[in-house]
């Protein structure tokens, strides 16, 4: 079945450092992908999506390319802020109508100053 | 302003209780979602809903139950069958719409506690 994997965190990273967080995925057909953020006891928000192949999502300074051709949907930010700590989930849509998402296990980022 | 809401906030439940956690969508969404996040484990999906009057299980279905009798609202109920039901619990809600992507919109969480 369809499937995402996400690199396991957490990540540590000092403010302005470039951030890098994984995402592949498994699915049969042409899913959409997203990427979804948690603050600390919060549930999610969508940060950026793409629907088809070489879209590129982005979003508050996070970038993401759907990459069909190695299954992947990485996120990317230049310059992280303290205000970026959370929990990142990447999660695929199989594109049919109503059925609901499929996440990765979340990424912990933790950014000092 | 539109939104998903869920209540209460913090819940605690005395082991062999059932409590029912509510979910309320005004955006108009066909679709609603329960999911059970659990630390290092992402969200696993309990149960889903496309339609009013009809769910369809998740992965995790068991010890839990839902209804759907309004298109708003889809409350979930965790039963005493549920082993280990302490857990954060989100609902979620989405657009019904051939061919597009299903982006789903989350409500704020019900922490469950069982003491």
């Known amino acids: 079945g369809d499937s995402v994997t996400q690199m396991e965190g957490p990540v540590t990273l000092s403010e302005e450092a470039f951030l890098t967080i994984n995402c592949t995925y498994t699915a049969t057909g042409y899913p959409s992908l997203f990427w979804y953020v948690q603050y600390p006891g919060e549930g999610l928000q969508l940060l950026l999506k793409?629907?088809?192949?070489?879209d590129k999502g982005s979003n508050k300074g996070f970038e993401a390319t759907y990459r069909k051709e190695t299954t992947s949907f990485h996120l990317e930010k230049g310059s992280v802020q303290v205000s970026d700590s959370a929990v990142y989930f990447c999660?695929?849509?199989?594109?049919?109508?109503?059925?609901?998402?499929?996440f990765g296990k979340g990424t912990t980022l933790s950014v000092s100053s | 302003d539109g939104g998903i809401t869920q209540s209460p906030k913090y819940l605690f439940r005395k082991e062999g209780q059932n409590v029912t956690l509510s979910c309320e969508q005004n955006l108009n969404h066909d679709a609603m979602y329960w999911y059970r996040q659990d630390p290092g484990q992402g969200l696993r999906l309990i149960y889903y809903?496309?339609?009013?009057?009809?769910?369809q299980k998740g992965d995790i279905a068991e010890g839990y139950s839902v209804s759907r009798e309004k298109k708003e609202s889809f409350p979930l109920t965790v039963t005493s069958a549920q082993k280990n039901p302490t857990a954060f619990y989100l609902c979620?809600?989405?657009?019904?719409?051939?061919?597009?992507?299903?982006?789903?919109?989350f409500g704020p969480g019900t922490r469950l506690t069982v003491l």
């Open positions: 979620a809600s989405a657009p019904v719409s051939s061919g597009l992507y299903n982006e789903q919109f």
């Open positions: 999660a695929l849509s199989p594109n049919q109508a109503g059925t609901a998402l499929i």
């Open positions: 809903s496309q339609i009013v009057n009809d769910f």
């Open positions: 793409a629907t088809k192949a070489d």
